[in-house]
């Protein structure tokens, strides 16, 4: 198979990932299915389209013909079969828990075509560990947006023993074609790359902030200011969801049974709140009117 053979795109999950991957995949011309187990989800997951494409008419980023072109390319449906029956190209974009993936991987197995490439969104989670619930492991590869997919550029494309060459070339070609900057990781590693080192400043950047030697906001405009990052680690912890750093941790720990694997204390109290950032109106930071 080639990028040109590429036609239909199904992606696993409506949430904030998942539909913006879809709509960025709609934008880029191919015919694109959002599934999703909740009907709210999938609801809000349409109405966010028909307010985001206007907006980039307005704005001079699309014509109106893209826009209704793009409108047009994408649907939302709450059946798996549906949605992954004719897909060429698959990008599950579910809650970090693997037996999760495995269980829907096992799904699209049974469902989507032969051909197709079973790519996950996972940032933590390597593919190697959901490939065999499948049989096409070498077509299972991790294919990681960043939050938000339809603003952020890179893309880790990570090649495990299990995957072809040929997966690999050609999600390379299809994030390239996505307009996002794809990086090919040449082996699995926990965390991929940026993550990794993400979670080096995160890791002693919560540190820091449990010994009192500074508040979160201090923290961050040190990371911005001294160091020229976009935006702090806590203020990033609150735009990606505290609850997905939660899960990610918990999942962590559940696989090494290491107790500093386990979520910071700070990290808890904020979860078990329901406090998970900007999508609840209150993280590190308040966010009023969210």
């Not at 036609?7 to 709609?26: D, F, P, S, T």
């Not at 991987?105 to 032969?114: C, G, N, T, V």
């Not at 010994?211 to 020229?228: F, K, L, R």
């Not at 290491?258 to 998970?276: C, I, S």
Request: proline residues 3%; charged residues 25%; negative net charge.
């Amino acid at each position: 198979m080639k990028l040109e053979d590429i036609k239909n795109i199904c992606v696993v999950g409506a949430g904030n990932m998942g539909h913006q991957i879809a709509l960025q995949a709609a934008i880029g011309g191919y015919r694109v299915k959002c599934s999703d187990v909740s009907d709210e989800t999938l609801k809000k997951a349409d109405a966010f389209v028909d307010s985001y494409l206007p907006g980039r008419v307005e704005k001079g980023r699309l014509t109106a013909d893209q826009a209704k072109q793009a409108r047009a390319n994408i649907s939302f449906v709450n059946s798996l079969e549906e949605a992954a029956g004719d897909a060429d190209f698959v990008i599950e974009a579910a809650t970090e828990v693997l037996s999760l993936k495995r269980k829907i991987f096992a799904d699209l197995d049974r469902i989507a075509p032969k051909h197709a490439i079973l790519a996950t969104n996972s940032s933590a989670i390597v593919s190697s560990k959901i490939a065999d619930a499948t049989q096409r492991q070498d077509k299972v590869v991790n294919m990681h947006f960043f939050n938000p997919a339809l603003v952020m550029k890179l893309v880790e494309v990570v090649k495990g023993e299990h995957v072809s060459d040929e997966t690999a070339d050609i999600t390379m070609a299809l994030s390239k074609d996505l307009q996002k900057v794809p990086v090919l990781l040449k082996k699995e590693v926990d965390g991929f790359l940026l993550n990794r080192i993400f979670a080096a400043i995160s890791r002693e950047a919560m540190w820091l902030l449990e010994m009192g030697v500074a508040e979160a906001e201090d923290i961050d405009n040190a990371c911005v200011y001294g160091a020229g990052h976009p935006m702090g680690p806590f203020r990033l912890n609150d735009l990606t969801g505290l609850d997905l750093s939660y899960i990610m941790r918990m999942e962590k720990f559940r696989e090494t049974g290491n107790p500093a694997d386990l979520p910071n204390p700070r990290l808890v109290e904020h979860y078990m709140k329901g406090e998970f950032g900007e999508k609840t109106g209150q993280g590190w930071y308040s966010y009023p009117g969210k």
